[in-house]
């Protein structure tokens, strides 16, 4: 009879055990697509920003870099990671409470196999990395602002200016006529004399 009992208890623990096995790979397959996610969207946007820094060095080029484009970009960042950190807590707590719900004590999460601590250990990592370089993107950007600014704002004189040139050539071609006009004329009054 105990042996039975005993058989039925490791076939719940190893069930159990299996259903745990699958909410931690299922846990993990979310945080890697977030993680690819994060990855494809950091790409992005060094490759905008690496467009952007030929734009500013180049004098002549024709694209304007708003620098509130650059804060709003950088500001949608921020919130997709913070969002991303507020799911895997989520998901943590789900976790946790499913297992509460299996009966499972809570301090059986801490020793979890070899394989699930080295692959949590490493999405940590990736997770730091991806922070890392939102933050040297950051940097990046607080750096492309006041050449954004100069740029912009040299632009701006030179709109001016072209304006200005543009208004007084007119002038001079008008003053030309009727410089023209005034000699045709006198011209005509000394012939008829």
Known sequence: MDQQRLRNQMKQLVTS??????????????????LDLLRSEHE???ARL????????????DDVVSVDVLESRSRMYERRIELLEKENGRLKEEMVVRLKDKGVP?????????DVMRELTRVRVKLSQEERNCRMLKRQ???LQPKAQKFVSSREV??????KVDVLEKQVRSLQQE???????SQQWMEWK
Request: charged share 30%; no cysteine; proline share 3%.
């Open 141 to 143: 950007v607080n750096e």
């Open 179 to 185: 410089n023209q006009i005034i000699r045709a004329k």
């Open 50 to 61: 690496e467009g952007m820094q030929e734009v500013l060095d180049e004098d002549g080029g």
């Open 17 to 34: 055990d299996k259903r745990h096995r699958q909410m931690l790979v299922e846990v993990k397959a979310q945080y890697e697509s977030t």
């Open 158 to 163: 030179a709109k001016r200016t072209q304006e």
């Open 106 to 114: 809570v301090g059986a999460l801490s020793v979890a196999p070899p």
């Open 44 to 46: 992005g946007m060094l």
